[in-house]
């Protein structure tokens, strides 16, 4: 009532209804700007995948030249020389994820049970769970620096055993994470079912939360495994590199595929850029397959939970 | 109830937990507690140790170290100044155009722009792209991304050499490179963290927005946006605290040049590069000590950002509860 002028236009307006006006038309300032933003909207989003598709392709063009069994099985060449392969860079690099793994599954395993169980509201829980989000952002090469400052001085030694603490740690807070994430999504009733029956607080973990929360829990490991088979920078300095195969005393500089593209990536020599590239897609075939299972898990597991809930 | 006999109670499921189940659940909840203590001391030791591994250079330095520019272990001059220069700019520099490239494909995977199998497809590849090894990121960097830069750059250098921006020309390494690459590696967590914080935004204030007749992106840009706003300024907290401590990538790319210029085809230097590239070299005590001082203050400068958005990330957004509808107005 104190807007006369508005009730006036809105009694005459369905007689002046004009239909064009409800058309969408590009011409008005409002439809084209909205129209403009989504196009700009769909292109930045579409050059965001770009960079993934140019990585994989450079990966098969520029690495595949040196795929076959030699890669596998020969050392890698000296400045100039021809042929070679990348055998003792994988064994390297798998001795250093399997160090690492046995660091930080069994660790965060528990922490994760600890976080999602057995005290989920204490102040330890607040603290950890606050630690733990810190770690997954510690750069890589302070995980490097700290292992070197512990193991590589203590032992006067750069070894796998070095690098895989330094991995383990990156790897540590990405399982405790997930891991707490996946027992707390197993559904209550089935936790106070288990108690309801007489067992205790750790029959329940292993017996019904842990395998109903497989796939969540598997896909945690897999990511912290694709995450520490990637990981470079803390490799540099406390594993540094070898041109040979690894002898049976372990404690010593060993190869790693990551190290490997480093130091070839400044090479001279097209020989050894080549292995760069080849060791690149070994690499990156490795991460993927651990990063895109890990992904396929966690949908299923998503999937569990949904029809668990419903 | 007739097979019940003096067997019976041990063949029941449900019982009672015998003395010997209580106390492996006592030992097994106490090593769940040390476990988890032990994570929380981790980060400690890690600051505590390389705290004390810097502390001969601290002593020797003092804050001089940070704002010197000089780095020459032969004469034992130590000076991070470029590098936390360039540890700034090409983060932020990164965390910027992850920004906008981030939310845009935020909001495209959110706002039904595309099919929803689409959309999985575009989630998933935007997901891989953080899976790709920071090392090879920097091999792809060397050899495919500084030909493409380098003609346009050299151009905008050529005509526009008096801008600061473009007054060096780009050599092979520098730092729009490298900061390009960075945003690749962030471009992963900020979209996914703003892209959960806009999908969490109530349908009802998206509702309401169209029924009074907004076209799409008014809706997004007045009212689903400022919804997911700290969702989004924490995407881009925690991206700048990743851009800070990536290190392989920028240690190949960057050029580690111990140098200041406001160009951005001008090599520079990053903290996590200077370590990447001097650590294996480092001879002696004080060089070491030096080193170890640069990553505390990598160490500070990146808990710090992470702490911040932790902090930024924990507020509840604001909007996301909407007024009941049963109390409405009019």
């Known amino acids: ?310 | 109830m007739t097979e019940s006999t003096s067997t019976a109670e041990s063949e029941h499921i449900a019982r009672a937990p015998t003395a010997r189940e209580l106390g492996a659940d006592r030992a097994f909840k106490w090593a769940t507690r040390i476990c988890a203590a032990l994570s929380g001391v981790l980060v400690a030791l890690i600051v505590i140790l390389i705290a004390k591994q810097a502390m001969p250079a601290i002593l020797k330095y003092g804050p001089h170290f940070v704002v010197s520019k000089k780095w020459d272990a032969g004469k034992g001059q130590f000076g991070i100044l470029p590098e936390i220069f360039g540890t700034l700019l090409s983060s932020a520099i990164g965390a910027g155009a992850a920004g906008v490239f981030g939310v845009a494909t935020a909001v495209f995977l959110t706002e039904g722009f595309i099919p929803r199998w689409l959309e999985h497809a575009l989630q998933s590849v935007i997901t891989l792209l953080a899976a790709i090894p920071s090392v090879v990121y920097g091999l792809w960097g060397i050899f495919v991304v500084i030909p493409a830069l380098r003609p346009p750059c050299n151009w905008l250098h050529g005509h526009f050499g008096w801008f600061p921006l473009f007054s060096t020309p780009l050599l092979s390494v520098g730092l729009l490179p490298a900061s390009l690459v960075l945003m690749i590696m962030i471009l992963p967590t900020v979209t996914a963290i703003s892209r959960d914080a806009i999908a969490a935004v109530d349908p009802l204030l998206r509702e309401a927005a169209f029924g009074m007749g907004a076209t799409r992106w008014e809706t997004i840009l007045g009212v689903t946006l400022p919804a997911s706003r700290r969702g989004i300024y924490g995407s881009l907290v925690l991206g700048l605290g990743r851009a800070m401590g990536e290190t392989m990538a920028l240690a190949m790319l960057v050029g580690s040049a111990n140098v200041i210029s406001p160009s951005l085809f001008s090599p520079a230097d990053t903290l996590a590069a200077l370590l990447a590239n001097k650590f294996p070299e480092a001879a002696s005590p004080l060089d070491l000590g030096a080193l170890m001082y640069a990553a505390l203050v990598l160490l500070a400068l990146t808990l710090l950002v992470n702490v911040a958005g932790e902090l930024v990330m924990r507020q509840r957004p604001r909007g996301g509860t909407p007024v009941s509808a049963t109390g409405a107005t009019k």
């Open chain 1, 1 to 310: 009532m104190t807007q006369p002028a508005s009730n006036s236009v809105g009694a005459h307006a369905p007689a002046k209804l004009d239909l064009a006006l409800l058309e969408r038309s590009l011409r008005r300032p409002r439809t084209l700007f909205s129209f403009c933003s989504s196009v700009l909207c769909a292109v930045l989003a579409l050059l965001a995948a770009v960079p993934l598709f140019s990585v994989l392709l450079m990966l098969i063009w520029r690495g595949a030249a040196r795929l076959g069994p030699a890669l596998f099985t020969q050392l890698p060449p000296a400045a100039g020389m021809p042929g070679g392969g990348i055998g003792n860079a994988i064994v390297g690099t798998v001795l250093v994820v399997a160090f690492g793994s046995a660091l930080s599954i069994p660790l965060g395993l528990l922490v994760g049970i600890y976080l999602a169980e057995i005290n989920p509201d204490g102040g330890l829980a607040s603290v950890v769970r606050f630690c733990a989000k810190l770690l997954t952002g510690l750069p890589s090469i302070l995980a490097g620096v700290f292992a070197y400052s512990t193991v590589v001085l203590l032992t006067g030694r750069f070894s796998p055993l070095a690098g895989g603490v330094a991995l383990g740690i990156l790897m540590l807070p990405i399982i405790t994470l997930t891991t707490e994430e996946a027992l707390r999504s197993v559904d209550s009733e089935m936790r106070d079912a288990a108690i309801g029956m007489g067992a205790t607080q750790s029959e329940v973990v292993a017996d019904i939360l842990l395998p109903t929360a497989l796939p969540g829990v598997l896909t945690g490991i897999l990511l912290a495994l694709a995450r520490g088979a990637g990981e470079t920078a803390p490799l540099l300095f406390t594993m540094t590199f070898s041109d040979y195969w690894l002898s049976r005393h372990v404690m010593e500089p060993t190869a790693s595929l990551a190290v490997l593209i480093f130091n070839f990536s400044k090479s001279p020599f097209d020989n050894q850029k080549q292995f760069a590239w080849a060791a690149s897609l070994v690499l990156v075939f490795i991460v993927l397959i651990f990063s895109v299972g890990g992904q396929i898990l966690s949908r299923r597991a998503a999937k569990l939970s949904g029809a668990i809930h419903s």
